[in-house]
């Protein structure tokens, strides 16, 4: 990007007029971006398999023993632990599912990284657990390994959770933002900004009554029919933090794309709407946990959309747009009353600590 | 809530645009007055829309962006001390100050606080007894109710470690300061709807009659302002310069008399330097003699903290309107959303922000 010049830096370095870390290094966007390609990449860089951290997918793929692997790895630390429509254990086992079920892979075996604060009521935990282990049986995916820390009071909030995941990708499916085309069809899965509202009505100090529920599901069952179907799909991706909005630019940076989509096709539901109307909050830019933005070939999206509209997870699935040859790497949206914008990442975090 | 949809309706837009189109004879520059509607109008694409001469200028009407650096870097000086918990509305955390922003100073240690209602601090500051608790109480007269409020409450509950840091700004002298400017090519005005909802209406009528002007008071739906929009016009095309009330779902001529109340009794009227624009006589509130004690400059002693602008910035050119964002040299190169030169390119309401999150891709290609 022209903004950010690269001169100058040494790795590990601090970030230029940013010597520590704040919040938005963890938000998803631009800031988290920024780390990652200058302080993690370079880092990490010279090991056999490091070309496949430098593609920065939600999955890494590559070959082992003959076959095809996905592997993912994701960290929970969401405040408060438990919100309408899940807990931070269910959240962590669709999470990695999800990352590991975007590359196209059927997630196989997840392991369970735990740091536990000390204080925190077993009781708790033992719910927490408990949903972890419902949601595994739930996608047919298991936890065959785990480990467990405990730090000193004050130094947690209770309970973080690392979760990675490994699955096999199917012979011949090669998703990725390489495959994005002009003339592809953009379909998000239902919709959007759910997870984020739904943690928001319960946030300390900022309770609004709402039937919002987080849409914290595992995608894999649906993904699978989406590949079985044969469809013409490029690229999937779950829009989680920085929402539909981080996802559409990071493909379209990684594709060297232009995106144009139409503001009013993208499902928004009335509360969520609402809600971020007085938050001040765009909904594109709101997280979601059981939500996919799929790339596909326009003459394959009729047949794609019937295929998701089939599972319990895509009913809302629709078309809200399209890849474009002009303004490569930018999203732009046609409004309602028929104007157009760019729509940016949110660059700030809207939401702190919601995954 | 409908009114979402209802105020973004396409075909009464369409209807509204097309007479709009048919009644202008000539080139207009009509000035939205608040950032609220600056942001409605790019992130809808308004602008586009209009014929061919009718030209937006963006007002000063951004509290974020108006306030002054000094007061920036006075509250950077208190957000930093350890014995203190510093609340404040999200926008301001990253509005850069000398040196640091409230981000920097929360990553070195300091308890920042975003919080939605003023009265949160308040709650705040009972939870935590051995803590000062500030709240950086800005705005126009729209926040000003609710700000005025936290000092009233404080001192119903006896809290000794409540201040308020003010720095509250008018719209009337701000609109007759950018009326004098000899550079100022406006010639009607959006007022600032949710100003009016706690101000009222009468302050306009002299502007309007001083400087023969239209004043239409907006709201800041797409269709408010443009039905703002399409009133200035008909204005402007008959040859009549009047107040009309465009927002009269939420404003009435009285304004909201409780509100005016707490105001009146809480703040009295002070000179207010703007950033980027200097000190307008009387434009601003301070808190009032009888509420001296929650003055958190005072409290904490910054009142010597001076500071001095970037040379680079333009942002004062951009909140008086004469020059668009894009057109101030450090536009998107020096100073973007992620390292800001100055406040416009902070807020989501800033003029600046708002054409570089919506608009980048037409001015100079910027990605």
Not at chain 2, 327 to 353: D, H, I, Q, W, Y
Request: overall charge negative; hydrophobic content about 45%; aromatic content about 6%.
């Amino acid at each position: 990007m022209s903004e950010f010049d690269l001169e100058g830096w040494t790795c590990p370095a601090p970030l230029r007029n940013q010597p520590n870390i704040v919040m938005g290094h963890g938000g998803g966007g631009r800031l988290s971006g920024e780390l990652i390609e200058n302080v993690f990449v370079p880092a990490f860089a010279g090991t056999q398999l490091a070309s496949v951290l430098s593609q920065l997918g939600d999955a890494a793929v590559f070959d082992l023993g003959g076959a095809r692997l996905a592997f993912s790895t994701d960290s929970f630390v969401v405040r408060p632990r438990v919100f309408p429509g899940g807990n931070i254990g269910d959240l962590a086992i669709n999470g990695t599912i999800n990352d590991v079920a975007m590359s196209g892979a059927s997630p196989i075996a997840i392991s369970v990284g735990v740091i536990l604060e000390e204080g925190l009521a077993i009781e708790e935990l033992g719910r927490i657990a408990a949903a972890m282990g419902v949601a595994a049986r739930k996608a047919g995916v298991s936890i065959v390994t785990g480990d467990t820390k405990v730090v000193d009071r004050g130094h947690g909030d209770g309970i973080y959770i690392n979760t990675s995941g490994v699955g096999l990708v199917p012979a011949g499916c090669d998703l990725g933002p390489h495959r994005v085309r002009p003339g592809d069809s953009i379909i998000v899965s239902g919709p959007i900004g759910m997870h984020g509202i739904a943690i928001m009505s319960v946030r300390e100090g900022l309770e609004f009554g709402s039937d919002i529920r987080s849409d914290s599901a595992p995608l894999n069952g649906i993904v699978s029919n989406m590949i079985a179907s044969g469809a013409d799909i490029h690229m999937m991706r779950d829009p989680t933090r920085g929402g539909v909005a981080a996802t559409l630019n990071e493909i379209a940076l990684a594709s060297g794309t232009g995106i144009e989509i139409i503001e009013h096709a993208v499902p928004v539901d009335e509360d969520v709407r609402a809600a971020c109307g007085f938050l001040g909050l765009d909904p594109m830019c709101v997280a979601n946990e059981g939500k996919l933005v799929a790339f596909v070939a326009a003459d394959s999206c009729e047949a794609l959309l019937d295929v998701m509209q089939r599972h319990p997870y895509g009913r809302g699935a629709t078309s809200i747009g399209t890849v474009v040859e002009a303004h490569p790497g930018v999203v732009v949206a046609k409004t309602a009353i028929g104007g157009t914008r760019v729509v940016d990442f949110a660059l700030a975090e809207q939401l702190p600590r919601i995954c | 809530m409908k009114y979402l949809d209802e105020f973004s309706n396409p075909e009464v837009a369409g209807r509204l645009l097309e007479e709009i189109a048919r009644t202008v004879t000539r080139p207009w520059a009509i000035m939205e007055v608040c950032g609220g509607q600056t942001h409605t109008i790019i992130r809808n694409g308004i602008d586009q829309l209009l014929p061919e001469g009718v030209e937006l200028i963006h007002g000063p009407g951004c509290p974020v962006c108006v306030t002054p650096l000094e007061t920036i870097d006075r509250a950077l000086a208190i957000a930093a001390r350890p014995d203190v918990i510093f609340c404040s509305f999200g926008d301001m955390i990253r509005v850069p100050g000398t040196a640091i922003d409230l981000f920097g100073i929360k990553s070195q240690g300091g308890d920042i606080r975003i919080v939605y209602s003023p009265l949160d601090a308040v709650k705040i500051a009972q939870e935590n007894p051995d803590k000062q608790v500030v709240f950086f109480g800005i705005g126009f007269e729209t926040t000003a109710p609710a700000n005025a409020m936290t000092v009233v409450m404080a001192r119903r509950l006896r809290l000794s470690n409540f201040s308020l840091l003010v720095s509250h700004v008018l719209v009337p002298p701000a609109i007759k300061v950018i009326m004098d400017s000899p550079a100022h090519r406006v010639q009607g005005f959006l007022a600032a709807g949710h100003v009016c909802t706690v101000m009222g209406t009468r302050q306009y009528g002299p502007i309007v009659e001083d400087y023969s002007v239209p004043i239409v008071v907006t709201g800041f739906e797409p269709l408010d302002v443009i039905e703002g929009i399409r009133r200035v016009i008909h204005q402007l095309e008959e040859g009549r310069a009047e107040l009309e009330n465009a927002y009269p779902r939420a404003v009435v001529e009285e304004g909201n008399h409780a509100a005016q109340q707490v105001i009146n009794d809480v703040f009295t009227v002070c000179n207010r330097a703007w950033r980027g624009i200097g000190v307008i006589p009387q434009s601003g509130w301070k808190l009032s003699e009888r509420y001296a004690e929650f003055d958190a400059e005072l409290r904490f002693e910054v009142t010597n903290i001076v500071a001095h602008e970037s040379a680079q910035c333009r942002s004062g050119d951009v909140l008086q309107g004469l020059i668009k964002p894009n057109e101030c040299g450090a536009f998107g190169k020096e100073c973007t959303p992620r390292m800001p030169l100055g406040a416009p390119m902070v807020s989501n309401e800033g003029a600046c922000a708002a054409y570089y999150q919506f608009r980048r891709t037409e001015v100079v290609g910027i990605q």
